[in-house]
């Protein structure tokens, strides 16, 4: 159940879709929804030219606190009729980085929802930077919803399917959000039978465990054919009108995804549907 | 109850446990863990797999030339006559239970039969194990077998003593608190495992206030005060303990707290890593390992 759901806001003014997306799933357990906003000055750091005067600096965080709590009243006064118990964080990110600020908050939340990274905008550097962090440093699930996307009752979820560790806890993280769909497919692409990975019938066994919670499965294969692995999940997912899709998280990692490609990254930045990802 | 929502929350959508793997790591310290596998299926209607391995070494050639083809046949033949008469005890065992634990046997080609166990962990929501007491000598395969579950399964392993006689869900609970990923992740997979206790303890040791650029260590202004909120908006009965380590390794000072206050089950990050196809186990992970008389949920 997701009784505490955390929203860092990172891009102000851009999206209200993870807040309205992290309100549907706590209006489903009951749960309560935490809008956290950072405030974020940079180190004084001394450089050979001699460093910031101590007046400069603390002009510096006091226009940041300012940014901040402005931002905090515009959230609160948006959401003041909020449908769930909901609650506006301020944080001092301090020496902190301001992704490790949210991954400690991230800790002991349920579930974290932040925004997807498109290509080509600017924030998503700061997107991609914070979903990295988050996913391998909080221990809990970041479910990405991008621009225009939204939690949807019933309908399919999609599992992106591979026999990792990833997957299997990214499966186990989303039960409270499987339950409320009416099918799942379990997507497995290109598997090969193999006693030390898919075993002899790829996506059985992982279908068979979710049939014991209570859930209508079915397994599919596809090909992967000239395209990626992420491109043929997120294409099942467009064909089939999926309202969700899990996946497992850098597997391999982000500086091995930077040079060879990497699914995490491809579905991050094209997935038109809420995504669930653990690491 | 609920007003903020159509769906009622309650007992229906408690988190479950459906599926409880329990690898038959060795005969001498098997009991323990079965026990509490089939307390917890009971508690929760799962159904448990209790996987008995052929155990086949690889034939290795070596410099004074390898194993005859004749002898590696018989030891391959061996080690099936042991775990079919394996097998075939453990069915008879359960024989009542009827579906409720399945007993398969498993054999893998080069592969360590561990390692076999944690790609059927994936689809298990639980995985239960041996500890490995201090100078018992099951206790190094113990180690390795708990090793790759943990690192290598993603998920939540329970280590039982053997000595233990689990029959229910604890009404007591530990959780050893630290800021970081695998605590934050064996929080929330013991939540199935918490639901009928009546209190849980937060303990933090050695908590510092503050925390690195990185976000670690980061334990807050009030350590230990932000888990428990959040346990408690799950429903459960939380209170916080923050104390230093004195002389002992923290793994002794948990083990020695939940002793004195009549905890039933730990809960605490697993911490090791891969090394090629090793792995490593953190040194207080082993040490838990190693000196707990009470079960421990790890998670990685």
Not at chain 1, 40 to 69: C, F, I, K, N
Not at chain 1, 184 to 189: G, M, Q, T
Not at chain 2, 54 to 60: A, G, I, Q, R, S
Not at chain 2, 228 to 249: I, N
């Amino acid at each position: 159940m997701f009784k505490d759901i955390l929203v860092p806001d990172i891009s102000p003014g851009c999206e209200h879709g993870p807040a309205d997306a992290a309100i549907a799933l706590a209006e489903r357990d009951g749960g309560h929804v935490a809008l956290l906003v950072l405030v974020d000055v940079p180190e004084p750091l001394p450089g050979q030219w001699a460093g910031m005067t101590a007046d400069v600096y603390s002009r510096l965080h006091q226009e940041a606190l300012e940014r901040a709590r402005s931002r905090v009243n515009a959230l609160r006064t948006r959401y003041a009729q909020a449908s769930v118990p909901l609650e506006v964080r301020i944080a001092n990110a301090g020496a902190m980085y301001p992704q490790n600020a949210v991954t400690v908050h991230a800790r002991h939340a349920d579930i974290c929802v932040t925004t997807s990274a498109p290509r080509d905008r600017l924030e998503a550097v700061i997107a991609h930077d914070l979903f990295h962090d988050l996913l391998l440093q909080s221990g809990r699930p970041v479910l990405v919803v991008p621009d225009g996307a939204k939690i949807v009752d019933g309908g399919r979820a999609v599992i992106a399917w591979k026999p990792t560790r990833e997957a299997a806890r990214a499966v186990h993280d989303a039960l409270p959000l499987l339950r409320h769909a009416e099918a799942v497919d379990v997507v497995v692409v290109d598997p090969e039978p193999d006693e030390k990975g898919y075993g002899q019938d790829p996506g059985a066994d992982i279908a068979a465990h979710l049939a014991r919670h209570g859930l209508r499965v079915e397994v599919i294969a596809k090909p992967r054919m000239n395209f990626s692995t992420a491109y043929a999940v997120l294409e099942h997912a467009r064909t089939v009108g999926a309202g969700l899709l899990v996946a497992g998280g850098y597997g391999r990692s982000r500086f091995r995804e930077f040079l060879l490609g990497g699914a995490t990254r491809e579905l991050l930045q094209g997935t038109h549907l809420p995504v669930l990802f653990s690491h | 109850m609920n007003d903020h929502g159509t769906r009622q929350p309650g007992i229906a959508h408690h988190p479950m446990l459906r599926d409880i793997l329990l690898p038959w790591v060795n005969e001498a310290s098997g009991r323990g863990p079965l026990r509490a596998a089939r307390a917890l299926a009971e508690a929760f209607d799962a159904h448990v797999r209790i996987l008995a391995a052929v155990d086949v070494p690889m034939p290795m050639p070596t410099d004074w030339g390898g194993m005859s083809y004749d002898l590696y046949a018989r030891m391959h033949e061996d080690a099936h006559a042991r775990n079919a008469a394996l097998v075939a005890r453990l069915r008879e065992a359960h024989a009542r239970e009827g579906a409720r634990v399945e007993v398969r046997s498993t054999e893998s080609i080069a592969m360590h039969p561990a390692a076999t166990a944690a790609l059927h962990a994936r689809h298990a929501d639980l995985v239960v194990v041996p500890t490995a007491p201090m100078g018992d000598a099951q206790s190094g395969p113990a180690l390795s077998w708990f090793g790759d579950l943990l690192i290598h399964g993603g998920r939540p392993v329970l280590a039982v003593p053997e000595g233990m006689n689990v029959d229910g869900l604890p009404r007591r609970a530990l959780v050893a608190w630290k800021p970081t990923a695998q605590a934050a992740r064996a929080v929330h997979d013991a939540l199935p495992l918490l639901r009928d206790a009546d209190t849980v303890e937060v303990l933090a040791i050695d908590a510092a206030i503050g925390g690195g650029a990185d976000g670690s260590n980061a334990y807050g202004e009030e350590p230990g005060a932000d888990i428990a909120a959040h346990l408690a908006r799950h429903g459960l009965d939380v209170q916080v303990t923050t104390r230093p380590s004195m002389d002992f390794s923290v793994a002794h000072e948990i083990v020695k707290h939940a002793g004195r206050s009549g905890a039933q089950l730990i809960v605490a990050g697993g911490y090791g890593h891969s090394r090629l196809r090793e792995f490593a186990l953190g040194g207080a992970t082993r040490e838990f390992m190693q000196c707990t008389d009470i079960p421990i949920l790890f998670s990685h």
